[in-house]
């Protein structure tokens, strides 16, 4: 049998030494640096042996290896991989709504940060949010933040004669199902179904389903005089010719409006 030859004892450690060592031709070599564009590169040194990772900025996803190391090839030091995209993460299309649109355009690409905004064409109300943003929950894939809104029905602004909104900044040109908004009369003039009411008090309308809005209080001039616009002016108590049946039917109107004369007196010093 024939024996392998044997290295003398100093020998095995030296060869030991130079196998752990780089080529000569690539000792103090080093790999070029490395950028990512939309992302960020994490090493500590561009010498033969280091492992560089990559990572992408928020809304960017990785296609490709998420690390490389500096090695020698040929002689040279080089990295063993590419460096890798940071790919912006899309989302798809957002969707379409009835009798509306949105402000996204035909064949446009929707990536992470990307809004649209939805509106409803002349006669419908918007129900729902109107914007939508292009998001990610996985760093991976692009979803939507919610659902596209509906066009719906509505009820147009009303118009309340001698009478005003509660609040003006509520006022809009269209307004949703089943949206209430109060409204007060104008000094000097009240409810015509609430003449027991003070003048400041509200009333609420509500759009119905059908885009009209229920009935519509009516704001007539308060009363200065001492006859109800139910009573006719007094003269006609001292006409001659009144029919008796007339008359007093006059008279039980005139009794019924200073009934109501003295319960709104004592409403106001309650």
Not at 65 to 74: D, G, I, K, L, P
Not at 80 to 86: G, S
Request: proline share 7%.
């Amino acid at each position: 049998m024939v024996s392998a030859p044997r290295c003398p004892p100093g020998a095995r450690g030296l060869l030991a030494l130079l196998l752990l060592l780089p080529l000569a031709g690539a000792r103090g070599r080093q790999c070029k640096p490395l950028e990512l564009e939309n992302g960020r590169v994490h090493l500590t040194a561009l010498e033969v042996g280091t492992t560089a990772t990559f990572s992408c900025n928020d809304g960017y996803r990785l296609i490709g290896s998420n690390s490389t190391q500096c090695v020698v090839v040929r002689n040279e030091a080089d990295w063993d991989k590419r460096v890798p995209l940071c790919e912006a993460i899309p989302c798809l299309p957002p969707p379409d709504i009835t009798h509306g649109s949105h402000t996204g355009q035909s064949g446009e690409e929707f990536s992470f940060g990307s809004a649209v905004t939805y509106k409803c064409d002349q006669g419908f109300s918007l129900i729902g949010e109107a914007s939508i943003r292009c998001r990610t929950k996985d760093n991976v894939n692009g979803e939507w933040s919610g659902p596209a809104p509906e066009c719906k029905v509505g009820c147009p602004k009303p118009e309340v004669q001698n009478g005003s909104m509660v609040n003006t900044l509520d006022e809009k040109m269209w307004y949703t199902i089943n949206e209430t908004i109060p409204f007060k009369c104008s000094p000097g003039y009240q409810f015509s179904s609430h003449s027991l009411l003070p003048a400041t008090d509200r009333f609420s309308i509500t759009c119905l389903s059908d885009g009209t809005w229920m009935a519509l209080p009516k704001c007539k001039k308060q009363s200065t005089s001492g006859v109800c616009e139910m009573v006719p002016e007094s003269r006609e108590f001292t006409e001659c010719g009144v029919p008796l049946e007339k008359l007093k039917t006059l008279l039980e109107v005139r009794k019924l409006y200073l009934e109501i004369e003295t319960l709104k007196q004592e409403l106001k010093t309650q």
